[in-house]
């Protein structure tokens, strides 16, 4: 029985921030956890800001929030190069 509470703790939101290593806007990540690690896919996710995409395991697509605009005072959107 220890092992099941154990197991729902782990589960749940996990919450942090990132700054775009493209663009410099700061937003945070809202992502499901699961406490079945085999629940977890790799879920993709971009920054408002450039459209940049990121990953993260989680257990559903995470939710992102715009905390800071870009910082490098342009206004084009990301792309991905082949290179």
């Known amino acids: 029985m220890k092992h099941a509470v154990e ?22 990540v809202l992502s499901t956890r699961a406490a079945d690690p085999l629940q977890l896919q790799s879920q993709e996710y971009e920054c408002p800001g450039c459209g940049k995409q990121y990953e993260i395991d989680a257990a559903a697509p995470p939710e992102v929030q715009l905390l800071r605009g870009r910082t490098d005072g342009k206004d084009d959107r990301y792309q991905e190069t082949m290179f």
């Open 7 to 28: 197991s729902e703790a782990e589960a749940g939101l996990g919450i942090f921030e990132k700054t775009c290593v493209y663009c410099g806007a700061r937003f945070r």
